[in-house]
């Protein structure tokens, strides 16, 4: 939080901290879920084939959902609102980070992380203008293949998740002494409603095998005829 009295500068920069943090924070939540459901496919096989199409959809929104955030998180437009662009403003206004301003040497540092100069941001950036904010016409009429030249693995996508977290902090604590939080409160949540499932349909089954014990399979008249 800014403290009472904040002038506009600081007010200013306070919001531009608030809306980068919304795509980082919601790419990581939406990363997380998609990964803890996917992990869980295994264990509750049965309950999610019961609804297959509502859980590939709900994966597929999940997936575009974390590309969303995470490509405006990493944009590298010299208008778009990204972590370079807020680092910029870092190091245009260190005054406004009162007596333990970062360093320009710091702020240069993890500008680099966070722009095309680095690998992995020009994978990511490559991956979504190529495949994802516009698609490639010469990747679909040639078969390219130009997503598996610029793929990312989950490790790749798990580093830069953790650093964007990780520079937000840094920064953000130093600003207002805020920081935020990578987890959801109630991520497994969804483990719940599995299982609940699951519970109903051992009670159905349980039913049935009472419902077999006691009257035995229904009896089927093999003499009938038929129809004509």
Not at 74 to 85: E, F, G, N, P
Not at 116 to 136: E, G, I, M, Q, T
Not at 148 to 154: D, K, P
Not at 189 to 209: G, I
Request: charged share 30%; proline share 2%.
């Amino acid at each position: 939080m800014l403290r009472a009295g904040a002038s506009d500068s600081e007010q200013r920069l306070g919001r531009l901290f608030d809306a980068v943090a919304q795509d980082i924070v919601d790419a990581t939540h939406h990363y997380r879920l998609y990964c803890d459901l996917v992990d869980a496919v295994d264990e509750f096989k049965v309950e999610m084939n019961q609804s297959l199409a509502f859980w590939r959809l709900t994966l597929n929104a999940h997936v575009h959902s974390f590309h969303s955030c995470l490509f405006r998180a990493y944009d590298q437009h010299a208008k778009a609102l990204s972590l370079h662009t807020l680092l910029k403003e870092v190091r245009r206004q260190p005054e406004l980070f009162g007596s333990s301003p970062p360093t320009i040497a710091d702020v240069e540092q993890d500008l680099d992380l966070v722009t095309s100069a680095d690998p992995l941001v020009k994978r990511l950036v490559s991956y979504r203008c190529n495949l994802f904010a516009h698609r490639n016409t010469d990747n679909v009429v040639e078969e390219l293949r130009r997503e598996e030249r610029f793929g990312l693995t989950c490790d790749d996508l798990d580093k830069l998740l953790d650093r964007a977290v990780t520079i937000l902090n840094k920064y953000d604590h130093a600003f207002r002494r805020t920081t935020w939080r990578a987890k959801i409160v109630g991520h497994d949540d969804f483990r719940q409603v599995l299982k609940s499932l699951r519970e109903t349909n051992e009670r159905r089954e349980e039913a049935f095998r009472a419902e077999f014990q006691q009257y035995g399979s229904p009896r089927v008249d093999t003499n009938a005829k038929g129809d004509t």
